[in-house]
């Protein structure tokens, strides 16, 4: 069982950063890859950015490739996603996911869920 809790959103305006912490709990984050995904208002949930559970290989959407970072520090149990170069596009209320399966970008494919946490980008 993981449980995992995001921090780190808020409101910023266009071209700032901004950094997303995941912690988990549990003693078997480390065996899991780690996803980011996003839902805006009226739209369906989709990825953003996913790392395997070593660290060693990582995967972006095309919309944020080149802006967005994904990391993870398994000896404190956290995944972050640092955000530069933010658009209102990025506007959405942001999601981290651990699944066994290895990097995925299908929703479906994540067994562990946080609550989320909402990203603010104005014009």
């Known amino acids: 069982q993981v449980q995992l809790v995001e921090s780190g959103g808020g409101l910023v305006q266009a071209g700032g950063s901004l950094r997303l912490s995941c912690a988990a709990s549990?003693?078997?984050?480390?065996?899991?890859?780690m996803g980011w995904f996003r839902q805006a208002p009226g739209k369906e949930r989709e990825f953003v950015a996913a790392i395997r559970w070593s660290g060693g290989s990582t995967y972006y959407a095309d919309s944020v490739k080149g802006r967005f970072t994904i990391s993870r520090d398994n000896a404190k149990n956290t995944v972050y996603l640092q955000m530069n170069s933010l658009k209102p596009e990025d506007t959405a209320v942001y999601y981290c996911?651990?699944?066994?399966?290895?990097?995925?970008?299908?929703?479906?494919?994540?067994?562990?869920w946080g609550q989320g946490t909402q990203v603010t980008v104005s014009s």
């Open positions: 996911a651990a699944g066994s399966l290895g990097i995925q970008t299908l929703s479906r494919m994540y067994h562990y």
């Open positions: 549990g003693r078997t984050f480390s065996r899991y890859a």
